[in-house]
Each structure stands twice: as structure tokens, then as C-alpha cells.
């Protein structure tokens, strides 16, 4: 989409977005997957740094940690919310959207007493702290670019209850250039119930990179790397070996090899799914400079 429209929706709100569409898939940005942007558990405040020979991402949390993969359900939510309303004939993404709280909490399968909007607001806090800075050669010269997951959000009580009723969040611009651009993969509604962070990240791995192949095989260590995990290797394979035995992912299994050097995920077989949607293939594996050149780019 060229940058002129682009530029057409900053402070805009979606007034579409009041009548939320609660059956509209899960959507998720395949570039974001592919690196480890949230802690696997909450009030994790260690920084994180990923790295190849072109660029160089650095996860730096706020001081109450970083966005975890629960948080990410936010995310999620507004993604899919934009991708249907796009759908439907939207035509400029906007920045700002205004989501009934409730609407999040249900969507995302969880409950609605006072603690679930309060641990909603939380998450809405860890989003607007954590900071991703990216550092690229190009041209002989080195660009830091420096964004949040969201840029802001403003939370609206009922005055005589003090219930929150809506939150206005204003989406960082690299996620709406990728609702522009589609490029976006669709996620099995059961990845809200997976209660693990490990287990939503490999299942986000999963599905970017194995995608609607049969296989994806891939070392321990590469998939520690990319999981996030903060475990050992001995420890990782240990989880993995449990992931295996509950055999709990949606449309994909993993297998450890004998020596537990490499893992194998595969497709379930379409005469026992547990997807209940259906999902476009992957584009395949992109190396982390080429992810994150694209993004900062239609900063």
C-alpha cells in the first residue's frame, strides 16, 4: 500500500470495531514469528538480544517485564478483528481501535471477573513497555530503529461502576503494514487454550514454518534458540519430551529423535484434526535480517 495512505490513518479510530466479530479467525503477523518477542512466562525483566551477520534485534522489557505470550493475545485479537473488517471492505487500516474489554476476554476464552481485567490491563501495560530495537547494515552504514508492540492505550470506565467497558489501543505501524499487506497467518482458535507460553510458541513455530507440509525437521538447540525458552538444553529437552507424551498441540506433533539431538513436527493427518480452521502454507524459514529489514523499512 503506498505510504501516502498509509499516512492517512494515524489518529484514526475504527468505529467498526464496536461490533466485534467473535468468530473471525485468529490471525497472527508471519514476521513477528519469527523471533522470540515475548517471555514465555510473566515478570521475566532479562534482556534479549538475536542476532545475524546483518542485523541485530534487542527485546528490552519494562521494569514490570517483558510482554509474554499471554499478553500477545491482545495482539491477536486486534489483528484478527482488522484482517475481518478488512474483509468486509475496509480499505484504510487504522492505528487506534476502540474494543470492548469483554470483547477480548472472550475471544481469547478467558473469564470476565474483576481479576481477568485486571491481569488484561497488565498485559496492556507490558505491550506499551516492552521496547524492540533493531540494528541493520546497510549501505555501509549502521540505522537503530527503536518501536513498541503498541504505541498506546487509554482504558474507559463506567463512572458508576468503575467497570471497564472499552480500550482505545494504538497498534504499532510495522503491525498495521502487515494487516496492509496480508501477510498475516491464520492460527487454530485452540491456541488460546494452551495455558504453557512453550507450549503457544513451538505451536507459532509450528504453524510459520511448517506451515501445511508434512514436516518440518529441525536441531534442539535451533529450536531452544527460537523458543526463548531460558532453560538448559538438558532442561528444553526434558519439556519437549513432556510436550510429546501430552500431545496437546493443536494440528501439529513432535517426535525427539533417539539421541534428542533434532525434533521432528508434523501435520497431523487430515482423518484426525484438531484444527478447527483452515490455514494458508507457509512461505518457508526467512533469516532474522531479511524479517526485520522489512519491518523497520514502512517504519
Known sequence: MSSNIRGMRHGTVDA?????????????????LELPLFALRAGDRKERVYEDANCRVHIIPSTLGAATQHDKDVLLFCISQLVAARNRGLTIIPRTVVIPMAAILTYCRRGTGGADYERLMHALTRLRGT????????????????????????????QKGQRQEEVEVTLSE???????DLDVLTL?????????????????????????????????????HKSGSRSCEKDFRRKLRQIIEADSLPSYRLELDSRGDRVTILARAPDRPSAAVSMKPSIGCQGASAVWARIVENL
Open 16 to 32: 467498526l470495531h464496536r461490533a466485534v466479530a467473535l468468530h473471525a479467525p485468529p490471525k497472527a503477523d508471519r514476521s513477528g
Open 188 to 224: 487454530d482458535p485452540s491456541y488460546f487454550a494452551l495455558r504453557s507460553g512453550l507450549d503457544r510458541r513451538l505451536y507459532e513455530l509450528a504453524r510459520k514454518f511448517c506451515g501445511n507440509q508434512r514436516s518440518w525437521p529441525v536441531k534442539v538447540t535451533t529450536l531452544l
Open 131 to 158: 521496547t524492540i530495537r533493531t540494528n541493520r547494515i546497510t549501505g555501509g552504514r549502521e540505522i537503530t530503529d527503536g518501536f513498541g508492540l503498541i504505541d498506546s492505550y487509554r482504558i474507559v470506565r463506567s
Open 174 to 180: 510495522w503491525l498495521c503494514n502487515a494487516i496492509d
